[in-house]
């Protein structure tokens, strides 16, 4: 009932910047986590950033200082906003919902379907 939509991936150079977006659409009362995932190819897909309904944030070491993550409770959204991107940052990055509550939905986790982040020169 639940369905998560990224948007904002693209070709970069280093030194970019992009900002990722995601939005949460159904009958949906609350959000206890969203955050954010990545996997580049050949690799585990590794956690890069989640924050709480009540906006407290964690960030992975490897991109602490250059990723910023937010969101805005009302538009069930969240914004990961990427700076001074690296080509070790080349990805898909998956949007990850937890504790969602709803119109039939009870504390239930939802991927989204991905948006691709290339850096390259």
């Known amino acids: 009932q639940v369905q998560l939509v990224e948007s904002g991936g693209g070709l970069v150079q280093p030194g970019g910047t992009l900002r990722l977006s995601c939005t949460a659409s159904?009958?949906?009362?609350?959000?206890?986590?969203m955050g954010w995932y990545r996997q580049a190819p050949g690799k585990q897909r590794e956690l890069v950033a989640t924050?709480?309904?009540?906006?407290?944030?964690t960030v992975a070491g490897s991109v602490k200082g250059r990723f910023t993550i937010s969101r805005d409770n009302a538009k069930n959204t969240v914004y990961l906003q990427m700076n001074s991107l690296q080509p070790e940052d080349t990805a898909v990055y998956y949007c990850r919902t937890e504790g969602v509550y709803g119109r039939g939905v009870f504390n239930s986790n939802y991927w989204g379907q991905g948006t691709q982040v290339t850096v390259s020169s």
């Open positions: 159904g009958s949906i009362f609350s959000i206890s986590v």
């Open positions: 924050i709480t309904s009540g906006g407290k944030p």
